[in-house]
């Protein structure tokens, strides 16, 4: 269920792994994700650093977390470290954290940098734009 976000919300998505956690920014007035970023998940000091420098710059009202699950829907391994990660987000920075289904968002990723020529270091970064587009497309067009 999606929290209510502001009409002009800033949003930092991101779409979590054990390697690199891809980055995006977004805003809820204009409805637009950009690929941001990807930090490299070294240790958990290194990525709360590296996360705290991004919301201090962008100061978003709002996180989105992709949360990885099988194609049938199903949680595995990655489902609970994406879920942890959210949770030590809202924790650590008292930002409200929503969550996306991200079951192809990297697929969906390689076909739009395929298409648009983005090189593959930005992968996971495309991938949290997509997650993030998902969250601002499924966003009420209601008054708040």
Not at 20 to 31: D, K
Not at 85 to 97: A, E
Request: hydrophobic residues 40%.
């Amino acid at each position: 269920m999606m929290k209510p976000v502001g009409r002009e919300a800033t949003l930092l998505a991101f779409d979590y792994g054990e390697k690199r956690i891809g980055v995006a920014v977004g805003n809820a007035l204009t409805r637009q994700a950009r690929a941001l970023v990807v930090v490299q998940n070294r240790n958990r000091e290194f990525r709360f650093e590296a996360v705290g420098k991004l919301i201090g710059e962008w100061k978003p009202d709002a996180l989105v977390v992709g949360l990885p699950c099988h194609p049938d829907g199903t949680p595995h391994e990655m489902t609970q470290l994406a879920k942890r990660f959210g949770n030590q987000l809202n924790g650590r920075f008292n930002l409200p954290v929503d969550w996306v289904d991200e079951r192809y968002s990297s697929v969906e990723a390689d076909i739009d940098m395929r298409e648009r020529g983005v090189g593959a270091d930005m992968r996971d970064a495309e991938a949290a734009r997509i997650i993030l587009q998902q969250y601002l497309d499924g966003l009420s067009n209601e008054c708040h």
